[in-house]
């Protein structure tokens, strides 16, 4: 059971590493100058051009997206997370939501293999000599198991809820803003008369 332990936590680091460094490099950061950011012959005011086009990538990524229309539907987008969890995130330009994600999820999985493991461990020891306090440990275990599971559900639910609700209101701002401007301007407008009197 131990090595099983040992195994879940070196995956479990390995994906909050991995996440982290997909969220952490931007990839217009490092090829937005000529050569490269990395490359030696980058000039510090390209750098700067670089860092300054690039604080915005997503929003650049987003117009173009919308001005295409090629936004997959929300609830295809909720399908496919559903499948392969964080993609949402991934694809609604929010990645920094995903070593949340797979945080909580990896750590309500840990511990439930853990209650797993040291319930069946009592259950084993019950069935040897049938002691109360073996009983009581192992009905204490196996609801800690089963309420690790319940927030593990309850965890990767809320990931494809959340990407469904971040693909609906993707485009929530540019909406906001034209029907702003739509109503600030008004559709008749009325000729204005200006009275002067000198004396």
């Known amino acids: 059971m131990t090595e099983l332990h040992t195994r879940i936590r070196r995956l479990s680091a390995a994906l909050l590493l ?8 931007p990839s217009g950061a490092v090829l937005g100058a000529s050569g490269g950011m990395l490359s030696a012959s980058a000039a ?3 750098v700067r051009e670089s860092l300054a086009a690039s604080s915005e990538p997503a929003t650049a990524d987003r117009q173009v997206e919308l001005e295409n229309g090629n936004r997959l ?4 987008v909720a399908a496919i997370s559903a499948v392969l969890p964080g993609y949402g995130q991934v694809y609604n330009h929010a990645a920094w939501k995903l070593p949340i994600y797979y945080g909580l999820m990896t750590w309500f999985a840990k511990n439930a293999i853990d209650d797993n493991g040291k319930y069946l461990d009592y259950r084993s020891q019950y069935l040897a000599d049938h002691s109360s306090a073996a009983a009581a440990s192992r009905d204490d275990y196996r609801k800690k198991r089963n309420t690790q599971i319940v927030w593990l559900c309850i965890a990767y639910v809320a990931g494809i809820v959340d990407a469904y609700v971040d693909t609906q209101l993707y485009d929530f701002d540019r909406i906001i803003d034209e029907k702003v401007g739509a109503s600030g301007a008004p559709a008749d407008p009325a000729p204005l008369v200006s009275v002067s009197m000198k004396f």
């Open 18 to 25: 991995a996440s982290a460094l997909c969220m952490a490099i």
């Open 73 to 76: 539907a929300p609830w295809k």
């Open 44 to 46: 510090s005011s390209e």
